[in-house]
Structure formats: structure tokens, C-alpha cells
């Protein structure tokens, strides 16, 4: 039978049925057949048809289903997630209509969850709401949230170092808005756009995890957009199309943050924003089943005020992740992430992913690291403080919205309790920015106190047992504590009492739900009972008696320990009101914390790399001495150092550079170098260099080797084109442009006229500092009509035959290629080698085709151009009455008769040969 027959069956009727779960097929074991709706039904336990009802309402999620201390999937589910989870797909059944099930238990559930969120998959988490046995039927379930990739408050879930961040969007024909929210902190922007490509320039500055679309706009162009900027994307989900509608979605924003107006946000006059913020939150809201009362903020994102980049260009540049495999390693994040706690590294991340746009703020950051670089003691003082920082952001979060334990009241206790140490260190400082962090980390001294206080050091993870609370800290509690704990010592003494009294040594006092307390006595010693022992219950081989004594103990001991839970459970709730009070004044803290581990990262790089602090501003120069680039020069392996280049750009007279040389020369590390120290040093960073002088870019593009965007449906060729038409059309005199061999992706005249143009067209029009790599070596030409280009070379050195890297920027422009020998040093077959050099050299000659194309030479068949050369009596007499040939070629006829006379260079008369021979052919 379908799965999905089966499910529709069971919504549509309502049987009861036998009560083992196991049992889900027919009573009587007949195959049910197809469309017998009633039967179907039938053939379900009441616990699959609960598990059907629930499943039919959260129909694109997993679902998982709590059975006792696992949580079990079913049908497709399970299909879906053994394969992904690598776990035992089982079936429960009896006969043919097996039910593909598979389950994980409930303690582990949390790095499987993980697994499937990876995918892009939603899971909804079904949990027993009601104790087994507290009513008639089976045991009331509900989905309690839903975690998808945008939507995670999970500890275990979530990746610490990451941000974690669902994009709503939303568009009409005037433009697109946008709003990101983060569920584990609570943090909220929103934003508009004119378009699709520049929504997803300012959503990919956060790497969001999951899109959140309008119903029925999934598979839309805009969303297909969208999408081909946001490759690191993993899902799309959607969401009622109502939530989206402005005027909605700003009633339910006042709503929830309780505000007449959305203007102190931003947002009065922002429709788009305020339709994709609205839905983001009601997304929240519904998947989490929260109120969701630690978002308490919602800011307006303007585009200006940062270093503008887009996706392709980040990747590119592998800023955050590297090309290779999209892990850290390789990456500019992953050399200068020195963070110690994940605030920091998320802080880090962020500024790297958007630099700075202005001066005064970039000066602040770069005064703050040149400080704190200078001074390793600080550095050594600061980093011991905040190893004892938590994540201050998610802590909050969790325990805001009621989900966290008393494990996080404590590690938040620790963490706040560090901030005054950490606050008088930075007060010290002489940079401004510093000094600015101070005042936020000593905010918090009453909370951090009453943590202290309140909570012991190792709580358990469990609240339903109580057991967290420290002693000293509630009267009423300790009392409770005293007596549930004295009254277990009384039990004790009742027990060795009436061993003594009745001489019956084996006797015990025990517990169970329906008696509470009672004595238990073997058959073989119920001679020794007393009378006043009241008898409750006979078992096989004892029986079980109650002394008013012992009922009169159990009271104390069972209600103070009921009690002490229950006070111990409001406790904690007064203590996570008191934390979501204080949530604001935690978050400034924890921003505070951010800012100075991530300058302190900087400071660390600063110092151990040997980077210097530039000097960044409002012109248009950039210039850099023996600049390096900072992730290969630290991947180099143990002997291997980097070679340092100069690069100079100046509006008046070296606007574009031309940068020419032989493949492997080192053409892109250069030119990547140089955007990165741009974007370190507008992140505030100091820089590889002796000395940099970056004038403030607005944007930085990159078109950078062949970005394969097959998936996306369009050719490399297009791609190129698609990026380099965004770039001409968006560029600035403030911007930084990086090429590299635009126009490789065409034929090689094509490819060369159109480099040609865009090289024109980015000096006279567009003045944007460009560093143009090509292997078209007639560019070096341009610098002769233009002004402001300059040619540029890697040096090489020939020596006995091979090519060196001399890895040396000079002037000029370069001679040759050396793809050859490149070829050669990657193991080409030799033969493929040498026919390679035989054609270049024909190439070379520059001798052209009949079409006026550079004529390549095609080796002949020998067996075919002997007979073809023997029809023409070249060698003779005609052996064969020669073909009538057009008169184009008489003239090769003729040259290559002449060649056997004039013995001409065997490589000339081959070719001539050939083209004879692909004639008469
Ligand atoms: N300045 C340098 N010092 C040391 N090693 C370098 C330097 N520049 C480049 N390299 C090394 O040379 C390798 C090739 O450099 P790169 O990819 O920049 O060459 P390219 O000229 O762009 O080559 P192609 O034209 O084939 O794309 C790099 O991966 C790096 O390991």
C-alpha cells in the first residue's frame, strides 16, 4: 500500500484500535488492498494514526515521533533519514505492508538533528505533553517546535563559531526587502533593494542558512536569483503570504515589540523591509512556539557605510571560506581568526565578511590593535579573561525564551562575574575604542552576584529534580532540603530499629508508588511480625506492611521533596526573568566582549605574522611595499618563502595595471593579495606588508578565474560576461576592480577584443584602481595610448632549458607564456608536450590561413600525404590523374613542389603536405 495512500486514510477516518504500536497492519494479517480506505484506517494502531494525524499538519518536515527514550521516524521519513543519518532502516509490520521505520535515541538526538539540518531538511520534534497514564486512550502528543536550517536554538545544533541567520525576503515590482534574523540571539535586521543581486550583496554578508520565500514563489525568477548570489543557501522555505503583507506585517512588528510606530526602527517608510521582517518573525514564532521575547530589537541595515562585496567576489577571495573544499582552512578567516570565545569569532567574521566604509571608525579599530599588538603582557592578561567568557549571546537567548537549564544560569554566573576584570583591563588602554568597552562590562555586578549566589557550581541537566540551587540561598528551600534529607536518615533508623525489635535482620524498608513506604518481611521470618504491623500486600515470597510511624515520615520526607522541587523550579524561573530583564545590558556586554576579542585576534596576527598598520585614506591611491599575501604565505611549506611585490596605483598615472606573465608566475596571488590588504585594512586589521597606503575603496570586484556556474544553468562564458557587465555597471572612481583573464572563456580573437574594450572603457569611463591580469599580450599595447596604465611582469628566469619563478613584479610587459613548460611541470605526456611546442612554433611564425586566421599546422597521416603527394607527381610523374584543384591552392601545389626542389624546412613542407591532404579528403 502507498505511504502516502496510507497517511491520507488515516486523516480521512477515525477507528479505534488495538493498542500495541507494533501492530500496524490488519488484526487478522490480510494484505490490505489498495483504496480500501476503512481497512487501511483499521489496520493502524491508535499510536500510527496519532503519529499520521501529527504528521499530516507538518507535512515537509521529519518528523520526530517520541516513544519512550527515542524518538522514531516513519515512511518516507525514515527512508530519508537512514540514508542520511546512516542508521537501520527497520519496518514494523506483519504481512506484506511493511512500514519503513527507524529511530535514534532521545539523549543523542541532538548531532542527528544536526545532520539533517545540514541537508536543508526541517525537523519537527513530537514529545509526549501529557505523563503516561494521566488520562483515557493513548498518551497525548504534540509537535513542540520545529527546528529548520534558519530556525536553531539548540546548543548542540548550532556551530558555535557561526552565525546562524534565517533571510525573509520579499519583492514587488518597485523593488526587493529583505530581513535577517537570528533565533539563538534574537538579533534582527531588515533592508532594502533595488534589485535581486543587491538584497543578496547585503543577506550574504551573514551567510544566511535558509531563505524564507512567500508561498508559491519558490520556484520564481527572483527567487532563482536570489539564490544563484546565495550559493551557501541550503534551503528555502515558505511562508503564508498574508505574514508578508505590509500592512500586516508592521501590525503584528508593533505588536510584538509593543510600539506605536516602526519609525524608531527605521521602517516607516519601508514596506518591503517591514513585509519580509513581519514574516521572519511570525516564522520564528511558529516554528519555536515562542513568544520569542529576546527579539527585542529590529534594526534598519543601510547598504552605505561598509565595503560593498558581493558573494562571488568573497568567494573569490576566499575571505571566509576556501575554494578547495569551503572549510576555514585556506581562507583569510581562518589566518586571522586568533579569537578566543565565539563571540569573537562571529564578530570576526562578520567585519571580514563586511569591512568598514569610514574612516574615523576604521582609524578607531586600527589605534586599538596597534595598542594592544604593542603590548604582549595585555595580550596575555586579556585572553586568560575571556577563556572564562561563554557565549553570552546564545545563553541569553536560550534562557529568554525559556529554554535553557540551570547549567546555563551557571556558566552565564561565571562568564558576567568576569566582565568587571575584563572592563578595569580595558579601561586602561589608551585607544578610545578601548576604552569605550569598559563601560558595558561593568554594567552587571548585581546579576553576576545573585548567580553567584543562587546557583551551586556543577548543576544537573535535568530541572524536574531540582538539585541546582545553592544552600544559603533560600530559607524555605534549605528547610525543605533539611528535612526531605533528614527524613530519609529517620527512615534509616526506623529500618535498624525494628531489625533490632523483631529480630528479623533481613527486613527492609521500601518504596513504591501505591503504598509509598512500607516494610517488607520474607515468608520465612513472618512468625517474628508484631502486631502493631498493619498488612498491605502479600508477593510471591514476602509481605508488605505499613507502621503509623512510617506513614507519619513518608508525609515529611515525600512532601518536602515535592515541594523542594516545585520551589526550586520557580526559583530558577525568577532567576531566567531576572536574566531576560537584564538581556539588553547582557547583549551590550557581549558585544563589548566581541569587539575587543576580535581586536585582540587582529592585534595577535599583527604581532606573530609581522603585519604593519596602514595608513588608510580618503584618496585614491593604494600603495603597498613588499606586500604579501596572507594566507599563502602561510601555507608555504618548510623552505619555501615568499617573494614580497610592491603595487602602486595612483589616479594620475597608474589607474590600470597590466600585468602580464607566464602561467604559474604568480599573477592572481598578487592581484589577490592586494584586494585582501585593501579589505584588511578597511576591516581595521594591520596588513603583510612594510608599508601600505590604502585609499578608502567604496566596493571591491573580482572576476576571478572560471567560477563553474553550470549548475546555475549558464556557461562559463556567460558567467564571465554576466560578472564583468556588474562590474562596468556598477564601479566606482572609489572602487577596486580585480580581472583576471577576462575573456579566456572565448575564442582567442573574441576574447581579446573584448578584454581590450573592457580595459578602455574602466579607464576612460569608470577611473576604478583595476589590476588586470591576461596572458594576451598585445594588452601591453594599451599603455602606449593610455595615460594612466602601467605594465606590469612577473619575472621568470630560463635557465638549461627550464622555466624559474622568479615570483618578482616588475615593469613591463612580458615576453611569453611558458604554458608550455608549465604543461610539461604538470606531467603532460611527453608526446602531447612536444606536438604542443611544434605547433606553437608554427603559431609563432605568424603566418596565416587562407580565412586569415594564425595557421596551425595538422600532422599529416604519412601513408595518405605519400599517395596524396604521388597523385600530384610531386615525387614524379602523377602515378593517378591529379585532382582539379582550386586555384588557392594551386599556389600551395606550387610552394610545396618548390619546397622539394628548394629543400625548404621539413615543418613547412609537412604543413603544406597537410593542407593538401585535407583538401583532396
Ligand atoms: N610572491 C610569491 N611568493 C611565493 N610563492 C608564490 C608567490 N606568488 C605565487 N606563488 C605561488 O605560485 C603559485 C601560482 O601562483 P598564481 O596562481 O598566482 O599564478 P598565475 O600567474 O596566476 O597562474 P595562471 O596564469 O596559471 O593562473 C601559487 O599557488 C603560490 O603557491
Redesign the pocket.
Known amino acids: 500500500m502507498a505511504v502516502t495512500q496510507q497517511m491520507k486514510a488515516a486523516k480521512a477516518a477515525a477507528v479505534e484500535l488495538p493498542v500495541d504500536p507494533t501492530q500496524d497492519v490488519a488484526p487478522d494479517g490480510e494484505k490490505a488492498s489498495e483504496g480500501s480506505g476503512a481497512r487501511e484506517i483499521a489496520s493502524l494502531t491508535p499510536m500510527m494514526r496519532q503519529y499520521l494525524e501529527v504528521k499530516a499538519l507538518h507535512p515537509d518536515t521529519v518528523l520526530f515521533f517520541r516513544l519512550g527514550d527515542f524518538y522514531e521516524m516513519f515512511f518516507e521519513d525514515a527512508v530519508k533519514a537512514s540514508e542520511i543519518l546512516q542508521i537501520t532502516l527497520t519496518a514494523r509490520a506483519k504481512g506484506a505492508d511493511k512500514v519503513p521505520m527507524c529511530g535514534i535515541p532521545y539523549h543523542s538526538s541532538r548531532r542527528y538533528i544536526a545532520r539533517l539540518i545540514g541537508e536543508g531538511l526541517k525537523v519537527a520534534i513530537c514529545e509526549q505533553v501529557e505523563e503516561a497514564g494521566s488520562g483515557p486512550g493513548i498518551v497525548r502528543r504534540e509537535v513542540t517546535r520545529v527546528i529548520t536550517p534558519g530556525m536553531v536554538l539548540d546548543e548542540e545544533v548550532l556551530e558555535p563559531r557561526d552565525s546562524n541567520f534565517l533571510a525573509a525576503v520579499y519583492w514587488n515590482e518597485k523593488g526587493f526587502g529583505g530581513a535577517l534574523l537570528e533565533a539563538s540571539t534574537g538579533e534582527f535586521l531588515a533592508m532594502e533593494a533595488g534589485s535581486a543581486a543587491e538584497l543578496a550583496e547585503s543577506l550574504s554578508r551573514v551567510e544566511p542558512r535558509e531563505l524564507l520565500v512567500p508561498a508559491g514563489q519558490r520556484n520564481s525568477a527572483e527567487v532563482a536569483q536570489l539564490c544563484s548570489r546565495l550559493p551557501r543557501v541550503p534551503a528555502v522555505a515558505e511562508g503564508e503570504v498574508a505574514a508578508f503583507e505590509p500592512a500586516r506585517a508592521a501590525g503584528y512588528l508593533r505588536s510584538h515589540f509593543a510600539v506605536q510606530s516602526l519609525s524608531a526602527f527605521g521602517l516607516d517608510d519601508a514596506p518591503l523591509a517591514t513585509g519580509a521582517a513581519g514574516a521572519a518573525l511570525r516564522y520564528l514564532k511558529d516554528t519555536q512556539k515562542t513568544p520569542a521575547a529576546h527579539v527585542d530589537r529590529l534594526s534598519r541595515q543601510e547598504r552605505s557605510g561598509s565595503l560593498l562585496m558581493d558573494e562571488s567576489s568573497r568567494a573569490n577571495l576566499e575571505v571566509l571560506r576556501s575554494q578547495r573544499d569551503g572549510g576555514r582552512k585556506g581562507s583569510l578567516l581562518g589566518v586571522l581568526d586568533r579569537t578566543v570565545t565565539s563571540l569573537g569569532a562571529r564578530k570576526l567574521a562578520r567585519w571580514l565578511a563586511s569591512p568598514l566604509g569610514s574612516l574615523p571608525e576604521i582609524h578607531a579599530r586600527l589605534d586599538s590593535v596597534e595598542e594592544l599588538s604593542a603590548k604582549s603582557v595585555w595580550r596575555e592578561e586579556l585572553t586568560g579573561i575571556l577563556k572564562e567568557v561563554a557565549d553570552l549571546e546564545r545563553l541569553t537567548g536560550r534562557l529568554s525564551l525559556g529554554a535553557g537549564n540551570a547549567r546555563d544560569l551557571r556558566a552565564l554566573g561565571v562568564s558576567l562575574a568576569q566582565l568587571p576584570r575584563l572592563g578595569a583591563a580595558l579601561a586602561r588602554c589608551q585607544a578610545s575604542l578601548l576604552q569605550s568597552l569598559a563601560g558595558p562590562l561593568t554594567a552587571l555586578p548585581e546579576l553576576a552576584n545573585l548567580l553567584a549566589r543562587s546557583v551551586v557550581d556543577e548543576p544537573p541537566v535535568a530541572l524536574k529534580e531540582g538539585g541546582f540551587i545553592r544552600q544559603g540561598y533560600h530559607a524555605e528551600l534549605d528547610r525543605l532540603v533539611e528535612l526531605s534529607t533528614s527524613g530519609k536518615d529517620v527512615l534509616l533508623k526506623i529500618e535498624a530499629r525494628e531489625k533490632e525489635r523483631t529480630g528479623i535482620g533481613s527486613l527492609k524498608i521500601r518504596y513504591n508508588k501505591v503504598f509509598g513506604y512500607y516494610l517488607e518481611v520474607t515468608k520465612s521470618n513472618l512468625h517474628l511480625v508484631p502486631a502493631d504491623y498493619i498488612r498491605k500486600q502479600t508477593t510471591v515470597g514476602a509481605e508488605r506492611f505499613v507502621t503509623p510511624e512510617l506513614k507519619e515520615h513518608e508525609e515529611q520526607v515525600l512532601t518536602a521533596e515535592e515541594r523542594r522541587c516545585a520551589l526550586e523550579l520557580q526559583l530558577f524561573e525568577e532567576l531566567r526573568a531576572k536574566v531576560a530583564q537584564a538581556a539588553p545590558r547582557i547583549r551590550s556586554a557581549a558585544e563589548a566582549v566581541a569587539t575587543a576579542d576580535a581586536l585582540l585576534s587582529f592585534a595577535r596576527c599583527a604581532s606573530e605574522y609581522g603585519y604593519t598598520r596602514p595608513e588608510v585614506d580618503a584618496s585614491e591611491v593604494l600603495s603597498i611595499t613588499a606586500g604579501r599575501?596572507p594566507v599563502?604565505e602561510r601555507m608555504?611549506g618548510a623552505g619555501?618563502?615568499?617573494?614580497?611585490?610592491d603595487v602602486r596605483m595612483d589616479p594620475e598615472d597608474a589607474q590600470l595595471l597590466v600585468i602580464t606573465?607566464?602561467?604559474?608566475?604568480?599573477?592572481?596571488?598578487?592581484m589577490r593579495q592586494v584586494a585582501l590588504t585593501a579589505l584588511m585594512a578597511q576591516a581595521g586589521s594591520f596588513v603583510p606588508a612594510k608599508a601600505a597606503r590604502i585609499g578608502l575603496c567604496d566596493r571591491i570586484f573580482t572576476r576571478v578565474g572560471a567560477a563553474d556556474n553550470l549548475a546555475r544553468g549558464q556557461s562559463t562564458f556567460m558567467v564571465e560576461m554576466t560578472e564583468t557587465s556588474h562590474i562596468l555597471h556598477h564601479a566606482t572612481n572609489k572602487s577596486l576592480i580585480i580581472l583576471?583573464?577576462i575573456g579566456r572563456g572565448t575564442s582567442t580573437f573574441d576574447g581579446l577584443s573584448i578584454a581590450w574594450a573592457v580595459a578602455e572603457h574602466l579607464h576612460d569611463h569608470v577611473s576604478a584602481r583595476t589590476l588586470f591580469?591576461t596572458?594576451y599580450h598585445e594588452l601591453v599595447d594599451l599603455a602606449r595610448e593610455r595615460s594612466k596604465v602601467k605594465n606590469l611582469c612577473?619575472a621568470v628566469k630560463e635557465q638549461g632549458g627550464k622555466v624559474i619563478?622568479l615570483?618578482k613584479l616588475i615593469p613591463g610587459g612580458a615576453s611569453r607564456s611558458y604554458g608550455i613548460e608549465?604543461a610539461k611541470l604538470a606531467g603532460l605526456p611527453s608526446e602531447v608536450v612536444g606536438r604542443a611546442r611544434e605547433l606553437l612554433q608554427n603559431l609563432e611564425s605568424g603566418e596565416l590561413d587562407d580565412a586569415g586566421r594564425p595557421r596551425v599546422a595538422v600532422r599529416p597521416n604519412p601513408k595518405k600525404a605519400a599517395v596524396a603527394a604521388g597523385q600530384l607527381g610531386l615525387f614524379g610523374e602523377p602515378v593517378a590523374p591529379a585532382p582539379t584543384l582550386p586555384a588557392s591552392h594551386q599556389k600551395a601545389l606550387e610552394v610545396l613542389k618548390s619546397a622539394a626542389i628548394n629543400n625548404l624546412t621539413p615543418l613547412d613542407a609537412l604543413n603544406l603536405l597537410a593542407k593538401l591532404q585535407r583538401e583532396l579528403e
Not at 661 to 670: D, E, I, Q, R
Open positions: 599575501h599563502v608555504l619555501e618563502s615568499f617573494v614580497p611585490n606573465g607566464p602561467n604559474m608566475a604568480g599573477k592572481s596571488t598578487v583576471d583573464e591580469a596572458h612577473i619563478f615570483r608549465v
